[in-house]
């Protein structure tokens, strides 16, 4: 996926990482989208990662996360996606993201669940947008 994201943006820095160890310094990244990328976070591991996305965010950047919703249960499949491999992922609650993020220290300002609309979803989507601190609230 990467490769295939800097072949077609060759001006836009792609990088691997973990959400709880991104690989930019303090303050430099001017916007962060985690698309459906928390749903590989259990809900205890998200105040960790909202943490480390408030500590990479410049002051006042903006933050789209996306991600299956629910209860905060637990979705384990032996053979994902006819791959032979488990795979753990988590639906989490729009209100407890929205909390979490904002404990920690990013502003959400917007959210908004939709019901399943594509053949591959049985869960509700959330979606929550977020700034880091201003340099004034730092």
Request: glycine share 8%; with cysteine.
């Amino acid at each position: 996926m990467l490769a295939i994201a800097r072949r077609a943006h060759p001006h836009i820095r792609f990088e691997e990482g973990r959400l709880t160890a991104l690989p930019f310094a303090d303050g430099s990244v001017v916007g962060a989208v985690c698309w459906y990328s928390i749903i590989h976070t259990p809900p205890d591991g998200l105040a960790e990662v909202f943490a480390e996305l408030r500590r990479v965010l410049a002051p006042d950047r903006p933050l789209l996360v996306a991600f299956q919703a629910g209860d905060g249960e637990t979705v384990h499949r032996d053979d994902a996606h006819g791959s032979g491999l488990p795979l753990t992922n988590y639906r989490h609650s729009p209100v407890a993201v929205a909390d979490g993020m904002n404990a920690a220290g990013l502003h959400v300002h917007a959210r908004t669940t939709r019901d399943p609309a594509l053949a591959h979803e049985s869960t509700p989507q959330a979606f929550l947008l977020a700034r880091s601190p201003s340099a004034d609230d730092a």
